[in-house]
């Protein structure tokens, strides 16, 4: 008897004796064995992937599956459609080859669909997979689990091994489950698999960025600053010629550090044969002014942009177009020469258990992971985030850059014994540029209440007021407002993205044209917009954040100094992080009053943040590793625990989509795309395409708009802001911060 692994999508109800061209089993196993080895290789474990692609469809060889594909094509009538069980006997096989190795590839060949397991737990784990006792028979060809245990390809280190063997794990997981997709798409979906692949080389991309970068050089202006500038560049191309490893590249804002750690990037995957770069970013904000800025230089083909607000589906093509399903389908896998994420999507995915996610981390392996603003890592995670980068630079041949202006203290020393060894700084001497490309002076104002601010802000022509609450902001927007001549505008997170990029826009236009204008922002201007104020006003907070902030001020050194001035809110600091952080930097300021924002005192900053939160175990806060280690001994890691657990984003806010109004015009594309969901059969799409007119809420203010009925949910999925009083064109959604549900209702 012939076995089959997928029938005919061209002929779907055709049997093979018919004519219908079914995938055999055979075929399906050998391709995705030839894959799975392929991507492994790249970490030394060719026989592992091998072996994984062999086996993960062995429970195929039943006649039981094949009645399944059968009654799928309509040719038995009255068989049941229900799908086959057809990973665990693959499982059970392996793990009883071998207790450890067969244990690991068991792992991978249960998950194949829907996920890595708990190796126990009292639900469906592992354990119970392999105990399971009612599995079609199965007709093996001869000699299919004949096989020597392949050795492990990693070095195991004494404290190590839990970490090791988990993510060892997982990353052979990726290479069968992308071996496993893309064999299967070949077979069931041909035009979409050609349009795979085909990028340009490291080599051509680093030829258009020398290219870039010479036509920069001789129409840049010849100031002080972007000689600075050149040598940052020059010392990073020197620094690509060192070993793989681990990297940090400390420049002040505006140094050109996105260039320069480019030019690294490539220079250093080539020379030393690695096969992509990956920037992660905290913000998105940053993503899309970075990915823009390097499709112009490289080319949109070799340039992916992956995060929540990027929409895959119609993009800046204007529709399916063939670039616009290519970049979706490199999002699956990361297969790009140059890829852009967030924080999120990267750091979740290495500790994720679900096969849609894990695809990529096999072309991780063998990049070079360039981390912008490294500051920015969740405390709560940052034992299992550097544990994570630690295994890619030892196990899986990735060069690791730590860029930033404020360099956390996250390197190996006697108070922080988990720290990252042999981080290499690129920079020759990052005290005497941090002083040489100082432009901003740092004060400290003291106590200062909402008025006393806004007076202050008024009597600036141009100034920058940042604070960290969006009732703060409102509140401060309306006191400058009601004593300003000239232009005073407002910035938060109560403003869908659509109107903040309106609002910036126009923000920049008065700075340029020297015209009057204040801006009262959150803390969402620090994630890497490019703006430039003569003063700056920073309510208390982190030094990481305050530095970010003085960042916006004075930012192309066209002033001798800019004046950033540092104030504590008489009303007090939010309680958690807020007010961690804020007293943290106080204790610091008045340890450094005269350089709040040098190197020494951003070093002490994070030194005494992560010693008290190490103190409280708030460094590993869902101890993650510790959940690893529990088990080890025996292989059993709690992969699908783990994967719940590692949120950076613990968002328990609300989703308001907004009909945004820019000058009185009604934004159409927002207001057709709430008329076409009514409508639509497929509304997978739209989550994305509304993004950009989306705005996040903490659920006791969702309720109360849903109560008063300013929502309504459309299709019981999106809920939409339909009293359009609820949204200002100056500060977005009207919250009351008192709860008080009357303001809804008028």
Not at 106 to 125: E, K, Q, T
Not at 206 to 232: G, M, P
Not at 391 to 415: G, K
Not at 454 to 479: F, G, M, P
């Amino acid at each position: 008897m012939k076995f089959y692994a997928h029938t005919d999508p061209q002929q779907p109800e055709t049997l093979p004796e018919h004519g219908a061209n079914w995938q055999s089993l055979e075929d399906h196993l050998v391709g995705t064995a030839d894959l799975a080895e392929e991507f492994s290789a790249v970490f030394n474990a060719e026989r592992w992937g091998q072996l994984a692609g062999f086996w993960h469809d062995a429970g195929k060889y039943s006649q039981d599956f094949q009645k399944y594909l059968r009654a799928c094509a309509g040719s038995e009538k009255g068989v049941n459609k229900k799908s086959v069980d057809h990973s665990t006997f693959g499982a059970k096989s392996a793990a009883s080859w071998s207790d450890q190795e067969g244990k690991l590839l068991a792992y991978c060949i249960a998950g194949h669909h829907g996920g890595l397991l708990d190796g126990r737990n009292s639900g469906n784990s592992l354990k119970r997979r392999l105990s399971k006792k009612d599995l079609p028979e199965v007709f093996l060809p001869d000699n299919l689990f004949d096989a020597e245990r392949p050795s492990l390809p990693i070095k195991l280190q004494q404290d190590r091994p839990h970490i090791q063997i988990s993510f060892f794990t997982r990353m052979l997981f990726s290479c069968l489950v992308d071996a496993d997709f893309l064999d299967t798409e070949s077979h069931m979906d041909r035009r979409k698999s050609q349009l795979r692949g085909g990028y340009p080389s490291l080599e051509e991309l680093q030829i258009k960025l020398e290219n870039f970068l010479a036509s920069l050089d001789k129409e840049a202006e010849k100031t002080h600053v972007n000689a600075i500038r050149r040598q940052i560049q020059l010392d990073c191309l020197k620094a690509s010629e060192l070993e793989p490893g681990h990297f940090s590249l400390t420049v002040p804002t505006g140094g050109g550090k996105t260039l320069s750690s480019l030019a690294f990037a490539l220079k250093h995957a080539i020379k030393y044969g690695l096969r992509r770069v990956i920037y992660v970013i905290p913000y998105t904000s940053i993503i899309e002014q970075n990915a823009a800025e390097f499709r112009k230089i490289l080319g949109v083909e070799a340039v992916l942009e992956h995060h929540s607000n990027y929409d895959e589906d119609v993009d800046r093509d204007g529709g399916q177009t063939i670039d616009a399903i290519r970049r979706r389908l490199a999002c699956e896998n990361w297969d790009a020469p140059v890829v852009v994420t967030t924080n999120v999507q990267f750091f979740e995915s290495l500790y994720s258990n679900k096969p849609s996610r894990c695809r990529k981390l096999h072309n991780i392996a063998g990049s070079v992971v360039i981390l912008d603003e490294v500051q920015s890592l969740p405390a709560p995670f940052l034992l299992p985030s550097l544990e994570s980068l630690r295994e890619l630079v030892q196990s899986y041949h990735s060069s690791i850059v730590l860029c930033s202006a404020t360099q956390p203290a996250i390197t190996v020393r006697e108070d922080f014994e988990l720290g990252l060894e042999n981080v290499r700084e690129m920079v020759t001497d990052p005290q005497t540029l941090a002083a040489n490309m100082r432009r901003v002076d740092s004060s400290y104002l003291g106590k200062l209440d909402e008025a006393e601010v806004a007076n202050r802000v008024i009597n600036h022509d141009q100034a920058l007021c940042i604070v960290n609450t969006r009732k703060r902001a409102v509140s401060i927007y309306e006191k400058v407002r009601s004593g300003s001549n000239g232009n005073v505008f407002h910035l938060s997170a109560s403003m869908c993205p659509a109107h903040r990029r309106v609002v910036l826009d126009h923000v920049k236009s008065e700075l340029k044209s020297k015209r009057p204008c204040k801006l009262i922002s959150t803390q969402l201007i620090e994630a890497g917009v490019d703006i430039d104020f003569p003063v700056v006003y920073r309510s208390m907070a982190g030094l990481d954040s305050i530095a970010q902030a003085a960042g916006r001020c004075n930012r192309e050194g066209r002033l001798d100094r800019g004046q950033a001035y540092v104030y504590e809110p008489s009303e007090g600091l939010p309680p958690g992080h807020f007010r961690h952080t804020g007293q943290t930097a106080q204790s610091i300021i008045e340890r450094f009053p005269d350089d709040m924002l040098g190197l020494k005192a951003i070093e002490e900053y994070f030194r005494d943040y992560y010693w008290l939160k190490s103190y409280s175990g708030g460094l590993d806060e869902k101890r993650i590793l510790d959940k690893l280690r529990e088990g080890a001994k025996q292989c059993d890691f709690p992969f699908e625990t783990v994967a719940k657990l590692f949120r950076l984003i613990e968002n328990d806010m609300q989703p308001v989509i907004v009909p945004y109004q820019s000058g009185g015009t009604k934004n159409l594309q927002a207001e057709d795309l709430i008329v076409e969901i009514e409508k639509a059969d497929d509304l997978r799409s739209y989550h994305r395409k509304l993004q950009k007119y989306t705005v996040q809420v903490y659920p006791v203010y969702w309720q109360e708009l849903v109560n008063c009925g300013a929502i309504q949910i459309v299709r019981d999925i999106f809920p939409v802001l339909w009293q359009s009083n609820l949204y200002s064109e100056q500060t977005g959604l009207v919250l009351d911060y008192r709860s008080d549900p009357e303001q809804y209702i008028c």
